[in-house]
């Protein structure tokens, strides 16, 4: 990397955690309370070019090489995981429609979708079916007038008030990806409640009933749905939560080197105490190593090296198991305040544990890790 590069990753960094800490930090405790985070901060990351991170410049977008990428998604990672779940999904939406979209569905909503006037979303889990893509039962049929989709999908972050749905459905029985506005007859929308973390992400259950859309909302070609079009929308998903793992990791590390050094036990400041030293010492190193591992995968990655894709899964598996062990820690070092919403670390908590399960689940990053190690034994 040419020294150019690393200042200019430097300044984005830093740009990157000034704006989350003037407009999210001392906010996201209470959008996790009220389930949802407010359009004029949607407004004003649009407003910052951070919801076209990765979409070309010729369309209005920052076009973020990888690594700045994921300086991006630590520092929002750090201040609040709802509104980097929103970077995330939203960018697997925008990548999706560059890298397989038609000159004229590039043309009519990439721009769109850089400046944030459109909100894109990720739709691919179903209510049976969610790492096990091939169980997927939505589907198209197509038509004189266009496709019509029937079926369901669940969990769509930020479904609550995306605009555009970036749909897979079967067709002919082979997985298939749609766009579909969220004016579309048929498509109907239900706010999913009382979800364990990330809770301001806005997460949504939809339903296609005589769904009809246009002949052009195809995405690439009959069968590119989940082999080509998700699996490289959830390699730059897993890429972005292992970034944003670290920030959990990182917020979670400073919550209590703050705490620990202002509460006094048995005479005592905390960070006097050998074991809670241990524990610091866990999360300095382990923050440390994610974030090492984070910056790997987005070299490969930036490199064009095909090993980047299964250096982002060690990431995302190292970083995530990380954060929740940071954790739960951090809530047991504050103690009961760690147990109340008056104290940040309760939220950490939560919303790591979620990202063991989202975009592959620890156990399915176990057997593909662990796969990919045997084929390169000599055993």
Not at 144 to 161: P, R, S
Not at 306 to 319: C, E, I, M, R, V
Request: hydrophobic residues 40%; charged residues 20%; aromatic residues 8%.
């Amino acid at each position: 990397m040419s020294s150019g590069s690393a200042i200019q990753q430097l300044a984005g960094r830093e740009a990157f955690r000034s704006f989350a800490e003037r407009y999210i930090v001392h906010e996201a405790d209470r959008w996790d309370s009220e389930e949802a985070i407010p359009q004029s901060i949607i407004q004003q990351m649009g407003a910052e070019g951070y919801l076209g991170a990765v979409i070309s410049k010729e369309f209005g977008g920052l076009e973020l090489d990888m690594k700045s990428l994921g300086a991006l998604s630590e520092e929002m990672g750090r201040a609040c995981s709802s509104v980097r779940s929103l970077l995330t999904v939203h960018g697997m939406a925008s990548i999706a429609v560059e890298r397989f979209g038609t000159a004229e569905q590039r043309q009519k909503w990439l721009p769109l979708l850089a400046s944030g006037q459109t909100i894109g979303a990720f739709g691919l889990s179903e209510a049976g079916a969610g790492t096990d893509t091939k169980a997927i039962t939505t589907t198209a049929t197509i038509t004189e007038e266009g496709y019509v989709l029937e079926g369901g999908k669940k969990w769509i972050t930020f479904g609550q008030i995306a605009d555009l749905f970036l749909i897979f459905a079967k067709l002919d029985g082979e997985p298939t990806a749609f766009l579909v506005p969220r004016t579309t007859p048929g498509l109907s929308i239900d706010h999913l409640k009382g979800i364990f973390g990330t809770t301001a992400s806005m997460i949504a259950e939809l339903r296609m009933e005589n769904c009809l859309i246009p002949h052009e909302a195809i995405l690439g070609s009959k069968g590119l749905g989940v082999p080509y079009i998700a699996m490289s929308c959830l390699d730059y998903g897993r890429y972005t939560i292992a970034w944003g793992c670290v920030g959990i990791l990182q917020a979670c590390l400073d919550a209590c080197l703050s705490y620990t050094s202002k509460r006094e036990t048995f005479g005592t400041l905390l960070k006097n105490q050998q074991l809670i030293q241990k524990m610091i010492t866990e999360m300095t190193v382990n923050t440390k190593a994610a974030r090492l591992l984070c910056e790997d995968a987005g070299r490969l990655k930036d490199e064009g090296d095909s090993q980047g894709l299964l250096a982002t899964w060690a990431a995302k598996y190292f970083a995530s198991i990380s954060a929740t062990k940071a954790a739960n820690e951090a809530v047991q070092i504050h103690g009961a305040n760690g147990c109340s919403r008056d104290y940040p670390v309760q939220r950490y908590l939560r919303d790591a544990k979620v990202m063991e399960i989202i975009e592959g689940t620890t156990q399915m990053h176990e057997l593909v890790i662990s796969s990919d190690a045997y084929s390169l034994s000599d055993f």
